[in-house]
DNA sequence: TGAATAGTGTCTATGAGACAGTATGTA
DNA sequence: TACATACTGTCTCATAGACACTATTCA
């Protein structure tokens, strides 16, 4: 199938397709991404975000998968949520040749230290804010791919489900709000959200289960993930401020 | 720069990357898309979006524009807005190779009957219906593409202040209003609409000037577009019915 | 009992939607 | 004047935000 039409083309330009993941987490109360350390070059040493290239006849979403399951141990019942959010491919941003990369947005509750693996020397969960405190800190355009990543999180979180993606499968109205202040860096009026979010339909479900009275307070509601994935009413940022 | 650090790597799969646009324009108060008909091999004759392939050494962006101006000779001038939409690489998606084709997305508004060019052997403006009546009325996987393109528009109205990437330099409300009417299918109560559009700050700047009076009724004052790209409050659907 | 966290009630301000009414042009 | 289109006023209802209050646990 390859080489067949296209031969008399000399002229057609053939790109390496690369994979490139923004996978974010929840850790000690602060919005964090994976990143590893290139164990090969360019770049080799430098921190960048997990990914890799295209094998022939596999789909951009198995890429994704594979290089996250062989770069860092993240296999597919782990994850949240995954979709596409842009692709880069300025003719510069590979030292070596014009490379098309693809990047992932995931997101995944209580991601377990990482292992680190395939071209990988090191795997780590660090908060955004230090990966982007100065640019040139991340290999390639990753700096870019994560600032537009966050900022495609930040907006998604107001008008979709996709905050309960950053939970276990049962969470608390409290733990769903950290969410959103995390990721906002805001604070909400915990009275407000509670009955936003419990009205807003298909949002969540409520369980049979509340939490166990840990030390002190009274034991919360737990909930399940509802069917909807989009919000309406939307939960806007700037409102139900405390 | 090509074929050096690459060359000992005999499983990296290369893939020609095309660009493909969705061009979207308001015609006789209908959604259309430009379409052109494919002049070579595969799918020639079919009726498909307008694209082809990146050159050495240009970027995504400027193959779009490219591409366009040489099928169609719409040029950047004429563009209301542009954005990358998604990129699109399933391995059967092309019946040559696996190839990865990023799908821009387009607004023009009062688009000229277009004139082909390029790969293209004919180039016009169709009602979105018409090309979605059915599937596999366009070449490649252009049907989910333009799927995707009208979610998106769809969407994108509601939060940011796109809309008046449709209308020309100087508008009156009531044409804003028939943008989203057209694009949403639904009709709006002028009176709520004209309101909440010229208090939602930054949305759209009063001109000196109105329309004349052509006929019967009050001329409109003429409007410009604002510097606000995202909307605050939104507007949304279901709202504002009429 | 008090401390702590979960959840409800309720007041106020704002904005959406319905629709009546006013303004300004042409014939 | 009649008519058509542009625009404003105003009423009602829903929701956001503030924050006081009640509920349920543990020590």
Redesign the interface.
């Known amino acids: ?6 031969t008399d083309n000399e ?7 690369a994979v490139d993941l923004v996978v974010l987490t929840l850790r000690e109360d602060t919005l964090c991404a994976l990143a590893i350390r290139r164990g090969i ?2 770049f080799k040493g430098h921190w960048a975000l997990p990914g890799g ?8 979403e198995a890429a994704a998968h594979r290089e996250l399951a062989e770069e860092t141990g993240i296999v597919a019942g782990q994850i949240g949520h995954i979709e ?1 959010l ?2 880069f ?3 510069r941003r590979d ?4 490379i ?1 990369s ?1 990047a992932y947005l995931a997101f995944v509750p209580n991601l377990p230290e990482p292992t680190a693996g395939g071209d990988a020397n090191d795997a780590r969960i660090t908060a955004i804010d230090e990966l982007m405190d100065e640019s040139g800190k991340l290999a390639f355009d990753h700096d870019e791919i994560l600032r537009v990543a966050i900022e495609r999180t930040r907006a998604k979180l107001e ?1 979709t489900s996709l905050a309960t993606a950053f939970c276990n499968e049962r969470f608390t109205i409290n733990e769903l709000r950290r969410v959103y202040e995390i990721v906002w860096g805001t604070t909400l009026d915990a009275a407000n959200f509670h009955r936003k979010v419990t009205k807003t339909p298909g949002f969540v479900i409520a369980t049979a289960e509340t939490t166990r009275g840990d030390g002190s307070g009274r034991p919360a509601q737990l909930y399940s993930q509802g069917p909807a994935h989009m919000l ?3 939960l ?1 940022r ?1 409102n139900t401020q405390g």
Do not use: C, D
């Open positions: 199938m390859t080489n067949n039409n296209f002229n057609l330009l053939r790109m390496p397709v070059k360019p290239f295209v094998r022939p006849g596999e789909s951009l596409q842009a692709t491919s300025a003719p030292p070596r040749e014009q098309i693809v008008y309406h009413p939307a806007l700037g």
